[in-house]
């Protein structure tokens, strides 16, 4: 059996692809814990800086959750189906939101359910000009399960999230960018070099602080802006006293480039 999470590294860069083409990269339990385990891995490899989410194949960067599989779990009752299923894709989207490094999609084609949870969970996005995009549970007879109630219309505004998630109607590349759900929409081509020049901008940061900024932005945004502030200002007080603040600092007086080294 081929691979279900496809992992290359082109400098600091890991690109992971979902790979179950043939499905539409239909997010099995085995996909998610694949990708769950190429995360874990990523997280403890200093020579990757971000991380770019892709899918394989002409069609599809993911079609959601795999409904052949996931309706077993469903015969089997309410906590079957939701230890097996929903607590597993919730975990796979808290992970990729809360991962230490950018984590940026590259969708490349049709993005329903799960693959549209994908999106909103991750950092940034960039969308070819072919991705479409749906909330299409509905049309299933259950609601979102990896977070599609919660970060869509946080993302996009309760009335906007609503209306994909009440009615399914896909969606295209430019709407999820008017909503806020992508941050660019390029030509097909141009899908990946443009991903990769968005994670090279970040890379030309401390990672460090990269990381604090993501952690200061993932848990502030669901708080009052006072604890907003102070988790701002802890991630801040931590940075501190770390070899890459100094440098910034020092090589800025000096009129010189930083050189970073992550702590
Ligand atoms: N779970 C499991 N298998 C899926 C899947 C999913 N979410 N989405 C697509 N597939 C499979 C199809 O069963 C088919 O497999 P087969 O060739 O062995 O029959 C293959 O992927 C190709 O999909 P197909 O439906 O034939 O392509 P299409 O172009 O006619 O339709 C979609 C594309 C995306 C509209 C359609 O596949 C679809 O509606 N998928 C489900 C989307 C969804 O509801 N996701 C949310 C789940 S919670």
């Known amino acids: 059996m081929s691979e279900l999470v496809l992992r290359e590294t082109q400098g600091a860069v890991a690109v992971l692809t979902l790979n179950r083409p043939d499905k539409l990269n239909a997010l099995s339990y085995a996909l998610i814990d694949s990708l769950v385990a190429h ?38 009752g309410p906590q ?17 939101e809360a991962f230490r490094k950018p984590v940026i999609a590259a969708v490349n084609g049709i993005a329903y359910g799960g693959g549209c949870e994908i999106t909103e969970a991750v950092h940034l996005a960039v969308a070819s000009e072919k991705a479409v995009f749906a909330k299409p549970e509905i049309t299933i ?3 979102p399960t990896f977070g599609g109630t919660q970060r869509l219309p946080r993302l996009a505004g309760r009335k906007r999230g609503l209306e994909l998630l009440l009615t399914g109607d896909p969606f295209s590349a430019e709407r999820a960018y008017e909503i806020g759900l992508v941050n660019k929409v390029v030509p097909h081509d141009e899908l990946l070099p443009a991903a990769f020049a968005l994670a090279q901008r970040i890379l030309r940061h401390s990672p460090l602080a990269a990381a604090r900024i993501i952690t200061a932005v993932t848990r502030g945004l669901d708080v009052s802006i006072a604890e907003g502030l102070a988790i701002e200002s802890e991630q801040f007080a931590r940075m501190v ?23």
């Open 39 to 76: 995360l874990d891995s990523i997280e403890d490899d200093e020579s990757v800086g971000a991380v770019i989410l892709t899918g394989a194949g002409p069609r599809a960067f993911s079609a959601g959750a795999d409904i052949t599989e996931f309706s077993e779990s469903i015969k089997q």
């Open 80 to 96: 079957a189906a939701v230890k097996a299923f929903v607590r597993r894709g919730q975990a796979m989207t808290a992970r990729l």
């Open 141 to 143: 007879g259950i609601p």
């Open 241 to 263: 006293p770390s070899h890459d603040t100094r440098e910034a600092l020092d090589a800025w007086l000096a009129s010189r480039p930083a050189i970073y080294v992550g702590r």
